[in-house]
């Protein structure tokens, strides 16, 4: 399957700094990413849709200004969480698309999720 | 209604035994469905992905999806301490959709 990265594992920084999450899909190209962030026992709540080239798209209730995403190229995007605080502690995960099509005629849709960052916030 | 319904439990089965995980859904419009095994603080791990109706078998993993009931279901045969995860079904319409997920289902394998 394919495989995608993400770096930090984990970060711990002080209220009001920002941090920067990488994430790269090693083995293949992603003109589509997709941010998350998980609480504990609680399902992914996505957050933004980041296509590469483009402006990302943020969910209802996500604040732009504060969550910036970046999609330089076809292999990375980038999470910052501007001025951090406890509030944003979080676990933060990314996927990326793969849509193919087989020779056979069958389409292939799907998500494949990094590791993701858990980010703790002091 | 939600647009994706999975019971999120725990469930706890003792080693060997079958289990049995299902989503219902509201979307007619899905037609990519997946299954995810997710660790503690780990990211989501595809495990089975349907495309449509039907079954589909890998090893000791068996995905199923009846799209006129709007139901899919997991079962793990001889299950094993290390199947103990919570469990992500997950489906898409296509195009630019995004994904909808369930809950999650957390299961326990007893040795």
């Known amino acids: 399957g394919a495989v995608v990265s993400q770096h930090p594992s984990w970060v711990i920084c002080k209220s009001g700094t920002s941090v920067k999450i990488e994430c790269r899909s090693l083995?293949?190209?992603?003109?589509?990413m997709f941010w998350y962030r998980q609480f504990p026992k609680q399902s992914l709540m996505l957050m933004a849709t980041?296509?590469?080239?483009?402006?990302?798209?943020?969910e209802q209730g996500v604040e732009k200004d504060k969550f910036l995403i970046n999609h330089a190229s076809l292999t990375l995007s980038t999470l910052t969480v501007t001025s951090a605080h406890p509030e944003d502690s979080s676990f933060y995960i990314c996927s990326a698309r793969v849509f193919k099509k087989t020779s056979g005629g069958e389409t292939t849709d799907t998500q494949y999720f990094g590791p993701g960052t858990r980010l703790t916030v002091l | 209604q939600k647009e994706v319904e999975q019971d999120p439990g725990p469930l706890s089965v003792p080693e060997g035994a079958i289990v049995s995980l299902n989503c219902t859904y509201s979307n007619s419009a899905f037609q990519y469905f997946m299954w995810y095994r997710q660790y503690s603080r780990k990211g989501p791990e595809l495990l089975m992905y349907?495309?449509?109706?039907g079954n589909k078998e890998d090893g000791r993993f068996t995905a199923q999806v009846d799209k006129s009931s709007k139901y899919i279901s997991l079962f793990i045969r001889d299950s094993q301490p290390s199947d103990s995860a919570t469990y992500l079904c997950a489906m898409s319409a296509g195009g630019n959709n995004r994904l909808a997920f369930g809950k999650g289902n957390q299961v326990v394998v007893i040795p």
């Open positions: 083995d293949f190209q992603a003109t589509t």
């Open positions: 349907t495309y449509s109706s």
């Open positions: 980041s296509n590469e080239g483009s402006k990302a798209t943020y």
